[in-house]
């Protein structure tokens, strides 16, 4: 099993920063990739960002391309989202989750095997 847990968020104005981590724990050894999720008030969970077991490959929502980073440690097995340029809109919960199995997918609820408990993200106009 994988333990996540979540840091990083809180309240900033439009056009601030925020930079969200993941720590990992118990069987590191068997993540694959990890991404970031997000859900808003009264609609589903989506896709924000997503990134390889090496780090090499990037994959990111239209609307947060170009705003938001995402990056990985494994050393400190920790999985980072540096998000820029916030609007009101991106105000969520942020999940983390990592992928314990290989696949070509990253996009996907269903790809993911273990979620952490969500960080808060406010952003106002």
């Known amino acids: 099993q994988v333990q996540l847990a979540e840091s990083g968020g809180g309240l900033v104005q439009a056009g601030g920063s925020l930079r969200l981590s993941c720590a990992a724990s118990?069987?590191?050894?068997?993540?694959?990739?990890m991404g970031w999720f997000r859900q808003a008030p009264g609609k589903e969970r989506e896709f924000v960002a997503a990134?390889?077991?090496?780090?090499?490959?990037?994959y990111y929502a239209d609307s947060v391309k170009g705003r938001f980073t995402i990056s990985r440690d494994n050393g400190k097995n920790t999985v980072y989202l540096q998000m820029n340029s916030l609007k009101p809109e991106d105000t969520a919960v942020y999940y983390c989750a990592v992928r314990v199995r290989y696949s070509v997918s990253y996009y996907a609820l269903s790809e993911y095997d273990y979620w952490g408990q969500g960080t808060q993200v406010t952003v106002s106009s």
């Open positions: 118990g069987r590191t050894s068997s993540t694959y990739a």
């Open positions: 990134i390889s077991r090496s780090g090499s490959s990037t």
